[in-house]
């Protein structure tokens, strides 16, 4: 039996959705090398890549991109009457509140799923600061709509573009924590709402999707360049982990740090926030290779995220949210392809390490 705690090394599934060449620094989605379509595909022409073969429907990239605007608009109003309620949670437990509330058997649900993460976000965090959430406006792309509805005013061109290289940076990636929760859903015919609904709980944690905010906390800690050697070396002896820096396959950058950088960058704000993130990242780097010299850390996705997402002005409790509203439609297209597999996941324990009862 293979054994490792973290499943480590291990496989537990074949896809044809997206490779992580962690030795490499790849990722190849569908086919498409990461830094061959960021920035020049759209995020639905990649839903729809991904989902050929698995989900119902005419997965072309406009045929996509009108029903998922169509969506969109009809699950505005069924998510209305939950928002109170969501309003109070977390913006990640407001969309978990969400998605739980999605039937197993109801219709569309690979656009249903996807629709709601994106207008349930906006929605709650509207509502939650006493402002009117507002509809979608089906004639626009996923990224500007999303950006409208949360600022209800019309994005930037280039604030939109810079979002949605972000969406399909983040949509699918392997067998990562989140992706094989929603797989081992999907192995038990339980449904693909319940299968993404599971996801998003994986996601939450601060080792995965939750990194990002985290990662605005740690560079407002830190303040001034001068601080950040000192900061950072007193973090890692403390046994911390610096959020935005590490990755379980990657062993060189990972390269959805690359394209991220580059989106914040095409905003043309601000310079002085990301020179000033570029040094906490050299900082980082130095500190890591110090005193974890056995391993190679080095920047995730995460980092220059949540400079992205802070730049958007999307609020730092949301980033996990903005995640999910892409990893939803990766989700989607791993469970489908599990249970076109239909073949059940259940690993074993290696070693009983518990007390034995006394015989009678
Ligand atoms: N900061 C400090 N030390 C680290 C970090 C880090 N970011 N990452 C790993 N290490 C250290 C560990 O403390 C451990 O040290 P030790 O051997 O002295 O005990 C060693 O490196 C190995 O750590 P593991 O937990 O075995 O590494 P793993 O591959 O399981 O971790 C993970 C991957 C969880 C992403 C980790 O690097 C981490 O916690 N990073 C910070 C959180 C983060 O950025 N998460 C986002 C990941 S990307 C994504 O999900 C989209």
Redesign the pocket.
Known sequence: MTFDS?L?GVGAAETVLSEVGGEAGRLVLRGHRLQDIAGHRSVEWLIAELWRGFAQGNLSEPSLRRDLAAMRVAVFDEICPRLPQAARLAPIEALRLLLAAVPDDATDLPLRLTATMAVGLAAVLRTRVGAVPVPPDATLDHAADLLRMLRGTPAAPKAAAALATYLLTATD?GL?ASTFTARVVASTAAGLASSVTAALCALKG????G?PGPVIDMLDEIGTPENAEAWLDAA?LR??????????VYRVTDPRSDVVKRAVESLGRDLGRIRFAEHIERAALAV?ARR?PT?S?QT???FYTALLLEALEIPRDAFTGVFAVARVAGWIAHALEQTAEARLIRPQSRYYIGPLAEAA
């Open positions: 973290g480590a990636h990562n601060p080792l995965h999707g990194a890692v046994g911390d982990r610096l959020m935005g820096f590490g990755h379980r890591l974890k391993r850390l995730n996705l995460e």
